[in-house]
């Protein structure tokens, strides 16, 4: 069983910037891959950005250039620093990871952007 907690959501305006963190209760290098997901007002859950093991991170077309996943092994966290946010950011983020085969969830941070 893993436990990812998500943290570092809340309300910010266009243009803004806000961290993400993402803390795992088993070692990051046993967790492959690890990825943020958004789920917006009335809409699907989608991928933000992941991330395996000795690769490059991969992003969504709407966030690329603006949102970085990166990750603290020491740490046992991933983070995902999202700036000049726009309203259509707005949503729930979470956590998601792969051990041994199983998809792993955190329970989610809600993000709000104003325009």
């Known amino acids: 069983q893993v436990q990812l907690v998500e943290s570092g959501g809340g309300l910010v305006q266009a243009g803004g910037s806000l961290r993400l963190s993402c803390v795992a209760s088993e070692r990051l290098f046993s967790i492959n891959p690890m990825g943020w997901y958004r789920q917006a007002p009335g809409k699907q859950r989608e991928l933000v950005a992941e991330h395996s093991t000795g690769g490059t991170a991969g992003y969504a077309d709407a966030v690329k250039g603006r949102f970085t996943f990166s990750r603290d092994e020491a740490k046992n966290t991933v983070y995902l620093q999202m700036n000049s946010l726009k309203p259509e950011d707005t949503g729930v983020y979470y956590c998601?990871?792969?051990?041994?085969?199983?998809?792993?969830w955190g329970k989610g941070t809600l993000v709000t952007v104003s325009s």
């Open positions: 998601n990871g792969n051990r041994y085969g199983i998809y792993y």
